[in-house]
């Protein structure tokens, strides 16, 4: 409490108090559409115990049309409100309290039935929405009050109303999607109606003694986005319409701004949130990029918000704010945001879970329980894979000696943290230095395993990873030809005109690591707005900046070579991708695809197209940077299974394919649940 006097402090509503200041964001899992009720408790309930004061479930669909896709989720049937019941039950009993969101999509529902404003097709969906008539938005505002009220039938202490992020009621809000001309459109009292409305029907229908918290557009980062004005006009009316609470909301899906990867400065946009303080009376919420206590402390105690919400990171850890409490904030796993198990797999239709923490949606599936019979284990690698395995088995009450020939833990993790942008993996490697020094793990740095080293274990795991792929172009053993491990690793000197060969997440990673400057826009708020063009909604806007994105001059010339004959960038993550490749558009990265590597001479790097090798040419460059993928360091392993002993084979060093720390760090605990 001393550490985090704002965070800790309850928040008194009047009618119920808060425990402290901690929201868990509203966060699409899957987990309702599995129908495992049981499963989907348990998700929220092991969140509740972590101390979480307020947890807003996945958006729940009013109606049909409004669902995000078709089948989506939402409280239809008496069956429904049932199967709520079992996850409100269980989120009392462990002492928490939890909202339903409502969500409508509006137009970004993925459905031919999608109703809108007006008839303006989204970017980011391939359905343009129907106008509603005066008939039909009356049912969405009844929809609304609906599912309010069932919420309130299946246990819940209250509702978030959805209203920004570009869905249904936040396109009732803007010109760029509200073309009408009647009493929901034109002017700002008009366009406003929808969202207060539903907001007064709902008070109306459930009393005062109900959480409504509304989800407010801050800032849209979209053309003809809500002026400053407008959001605090909005703010007041729907505080006299009854809600309770006010959340903010950052950016719409289309917006083409980054608003919560992880190359996005931690609490980014909280100086928006901080702008509405003080124009309303009720609590009013900040979020985005807020990983941390001290950050979001800082973020309250500056006055920003009067609570944070936090969505990500207590899907990498439940226990945040319990850590928190007991002032164990370096024991908080770190949620680095990069969306690769949680986003990304929202938009790839799988369940959502964690790159640092497996069990988030399976808490089920994976439990850590104490071993029948402790093992003394032998883990080689202290890469995730193998960080992974140590922990979880060392949980268990296994006996584990980690090792690794490196004087450090992290495996590759190290070279993936000297990338702008991607800060946070160095608190995912402090992280894992806090838990291996805190846990009964023996670690032994500096040690290079040999297969004699390994007999009198009784189980032995080999996690060691990957090696630098060999791509055999004539001229590769040249002094100027560098691997990625030369530039990330051991900071060789690269010129100022290089190609990099493969356009991998390595060969991606490298290319911004040579464009960008020394500093990274990551850790520079201001510069970093300047670079994506975001501006001050109170001067312009929807918060774009009159001047658009104004990028940084690049550091080096940049090509970017790959063999395949498709846009560069296909196999990054669904959600993150294009911020990747916005980037190095921005530092005049020249992307080349289709090309074959003929050889490196004094000349430079040649290359020829297609099948036919035709338009050969020499590109000029200082220096080439490999980075052609990867293949499984298995030596150790192959040397163990020739001497007829059996080890646990995983990460890189088991395949080398679509490898990273997702899949590692997975395969690592479901493997320590099992030995
Ligand atoms: P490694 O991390 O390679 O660890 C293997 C360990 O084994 C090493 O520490 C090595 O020293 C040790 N070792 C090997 N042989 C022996 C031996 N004989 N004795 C003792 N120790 C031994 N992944 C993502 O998910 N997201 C990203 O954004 C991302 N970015 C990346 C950026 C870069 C620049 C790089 C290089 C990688 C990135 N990755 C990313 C990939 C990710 O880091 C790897 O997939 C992951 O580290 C693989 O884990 P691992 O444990 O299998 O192997
Ligand atoms: P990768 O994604 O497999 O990319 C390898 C690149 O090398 C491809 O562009 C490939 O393209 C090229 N290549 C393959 N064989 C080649 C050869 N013989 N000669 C020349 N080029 C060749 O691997 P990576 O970039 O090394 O990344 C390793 C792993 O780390 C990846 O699986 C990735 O998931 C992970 N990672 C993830 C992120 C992230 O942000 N999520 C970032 C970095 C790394 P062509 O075959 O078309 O030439
Ligand atoms: Fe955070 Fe990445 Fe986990 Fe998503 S997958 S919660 S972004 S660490």
């Known amino acids: 409490m001393a550490q985090y006097p704002h965070l800790l402090a309850p928040l008194n509503l009047g009618f119920t108090v808060l425990k402290n200041r901690v929201l868990m964001g509203s966060m699409h899992t899957g987990l309702e559409e599995t129908k495992d009720w049981h499963r989907v408790a348990e998700f929220y309930a092991e969140r509740a115990r972590g101390n979480v004061a307020l947890i807003v479930t996945g958006g729940m669909a009013p109606s049909k049309e409004g669902g995000v896709f078709p089948g989506a989720a939402g409280l239809f049937t008496k069956q429904d409100i049932a199967d709520h019941q079992i996850v409100t039950g269980r989120v009392h009993q462990a002492g928490g309290k939890i909202a339903m969101q409502?969500?409508?999509?509006?137009?970004?529902?993925?459905?031919?039935?999608?109703?809108?404003?007006?008839?303006?097709?989204?970017?980011?969906?391939?359905?343009?929405?129907?106008?509603?008539?005066?008939?039909?938005?009356?049912?969405?505002?009844?929809?609304?009050?609906?599912?309010?009220?069932?919420?309130?039938?299946?246990?819940?202490?209250?509702?978030?109303?959805?209203?920004s992020e570009g869905y249904f009621l936040n396109q009732f809000l803007v010109t760029h999607t509200n073309k009408r001309e009647d009493r929901w459109g034109g002017s700002y009292e008009n366009r406003m109606r929808l969202p207060v409305e539903v907001v007064r029907r709902c008070r109306e229908a459930v009393g005062p003694e109900f959480i409504i918290i509304y989800r407010l557009s801050m800032i849209d980062l979209i053309p003809n986005g809500s002026t400053h004005d407008e959001v605090v006009q909005l703010a007041k009316a729907v505080e006299q319409a009854g809600a309770t609470i006010i959340n903010t909301g950052i950016g719409w899906h289309e917006a083409r701004i980054p608003t919560i990867a992880t190359s996005v400065p931690r609490r980014a946009f909280t100086w928006v949130t901080k702008k509405l303080m003080g124009q309303v009376g009720i609590p009013v919420i900040t979020s985005n990029r807020i990983n941390m206590p001290e950050v979001a402390e800082a973020v309250l105690a500056e006055g920003c918000a009067?609570?944070?919400?936090?969505?990500?990171?207590?899907?990498?850890?439940?226990?945040?704010?319990?850590?928190?409490?007991?002032?164990?904030?370096k024991r908080i796993a770190p949620c680095i945001g990069c969306n690769q198990a949680c986003l990304d797999h929202t938009f790839?239709?799988?369940?959502?879970?964690?790159?640092v923490n497996p069990r988030a949606c399976h808490e089920t599936e994976i439990a850590i329980t104490p071993a029948d019979t402790p093992k003394s284990i032998a883990v080689v690698g202290a890469g995730p894979a193998g960080l992974a395995t140590a922990l979880a088995a060392a949980q268990r009450g296994h006996k584990v000696t980690l090792f690794d020939r490196a004087e450090n833990i992290g495996g590759q993790l190290n070279i993936a943290k000297q990338i702008p942008g991607k800060e946070e993996f160095w608190g995912l490697v402090d992280w894992y230095e806090t838990?291996?020094?805190?846990?009964?793990?023996s670690l032994k740095l500096g040690t290079n395993v040999i297969a004699d080293d390994l007999i009198n274990f009784d189980e032995v795991v080999i996690a060691t990873g990957v090696i630098p792929r060999d791509p055999?172009?004539?001229?590769?053993?040249?002094?100027?030809?560098?691997?990625?491990?030369?530039?990330?690793?051991d900071k060789k000197s690269v010129g100022k005109k290089v190609a990099v060969i493969g356009a991998g997440g390595i060969g991606f990673d490298v290319s911004e690591f040579l464009a960008h400057p020394n500093s990274s826009l990551t850790e520079d708020l201001?510069?970093?707005?300047?670079?994506?063009?975001?501006?001050?909604?109170?001067?312009?806007?929807?918060?774009?900046?009159?001047?658009?994105?104004?990028?940084?001059?690049?550091?080096?010339?940049?090509?970017?070579?790959?063999?395949?004959?498709?846009?560069?960038?296909?196999g990054l993550g669904k959600t993150?991708?294009?911020i990747h490749r916005a980037a190095l558009k921005m530092k005049n990265v020249q992307m080349m695809g289709g090309v074959n590597y003929e050889k490196i001479d004094d000349n430079g790097l040649h290359i020829s197209f297609g099948e036919a090798h035709e338009n050969p040419q020499a590109i000029a460059v200082d220096n080439v940077v490999i980075c052609a993928g990867q293949t499984a360091n298995r030596s150790l392993a192959k040397t163990l299974a020739e001497r007829g002993f059996i080890a646990h084979v995983i990460g890189g060093a088991d395949l080398a394919a679509e490898l990273d720390a997702k899949r590692a760090i997975d395969q690592g605990t479901r493997l320590a649940i099992k030995l």
């Open 102 to 163: 409502i969500l409508h999509a509006g137009r970004y529902a993925y459905s031919p039935e999608c109703v809108s404003a007006s008839p303006v097709k989204s970017p980011i969906s391939p359905f343009p929405p129907k106008e509603l008539d005066e008939e039909g938005i009356e049912k969405q505002i009844q929809d609304f009050v609906i599912a309010t009220e069932r919420a309130r039938d299946a246990g819940y202490d209250g509702v978030e109303i959805m209203g």
């Open 472 to 489: 055999g172009i004539p001229g590769q053993e040249r002094p100027e030809v560098l691997s990625y491990l030369d530039v990330l690793r």
């Open 576 to 578: 993150t991708g294009w």
């Open 526 to 570: 201001s510069q970093w707005m300047v670079e994506w063009g975001v501006g001050d909604p109170a001067t312009t806007p929807g918060g774009l900046a009159e001047k658009g994105p104004q990028p940084h001059p690049p550091a080096r010339d940049v090509i970017l070579l790959q063999r395949k004959a498709q846009a560069l960038g296909k």
């Open 435 to 441: 838990m291996v020094a805190a846990s009964s793990i």
């Open 348 to 355: 790839g239709g799988k369940l959502t879970s964690c790159l």
């Open 306 to 329: 009067n609570m944070v919400s936090m969505a990500r990171p207590l899907l990498a850890d439940p226990e945040f704010v319990t850590k928190a409490i007991a002032g164990q904030a």
